[in-house]
């Protein structure tokens, strides 16, 4: 069994920075991609990042792209995500995901293990 446990959420205003991480427990994650995604009020959880846990190799959403990073910590079993020049609209519930695949699956369908989210709120 994976447990995953997100940190780093809170208030920031436009322009800024924050970076949220996942803490994983259960197995290590050599198989694994990583992801996270996203849920803003009264819309669907929408796919943000992720990242294999061999190879590293990653996959953004447009809408976050160049401003996002994703990375992981082997060693610390943790996943991160640095967020940039935040806008309003990045205002959502953050969750990270894990899934055994060496593909990187951009649909929520595709993981099995979610952490409990953390809120992200941007004020303009």
């Known amino acids: 069994q994976v447990q995953l446990v997100e940190s780093g959420g809170g208030l920031v205003q436009a322009g800024g920075s924050l970076r949220l991480s996942c803490a994983a427990s259960?197995?290590?994650?050599?198989?694994?991609?990583t992801a996270w995604f996203r849920q803003a009020p009264g819309k669907e959880r929408e796919f943000v990042a992720a990242?294999?846990?061999?190879?590293?190799?990653?996959n953004y959403a447009d809408s976050v792209k160049g401003r996002f990073t994703i990375s992981r910590d082997n060693a610390k079993n943790t996943l991160y995500l640095q967020m940039n020049s935040l806008k309003s609209e990045d205002t959502a519930v953050y969750y990270c995901?894990?899934?055994?695949?060496?593909?990187?699956?951009?649909?929520?369908?595709?993981?099995?293990?979610w952490g409990q989210g953390t809120q992200v709120t941007v004020s303009s």
């Open positions: 259960g197995r290590t994650f050599t198989s694994y991609t």
């Open positions: 995901a894990a899934e055994r695949s060496y593909t990187i699956p951009r649909s929520m369908d595709a993981y099995t293990y």
């Open positions: 990242i294999t846990w061999i190879g590293g190799i990653t």
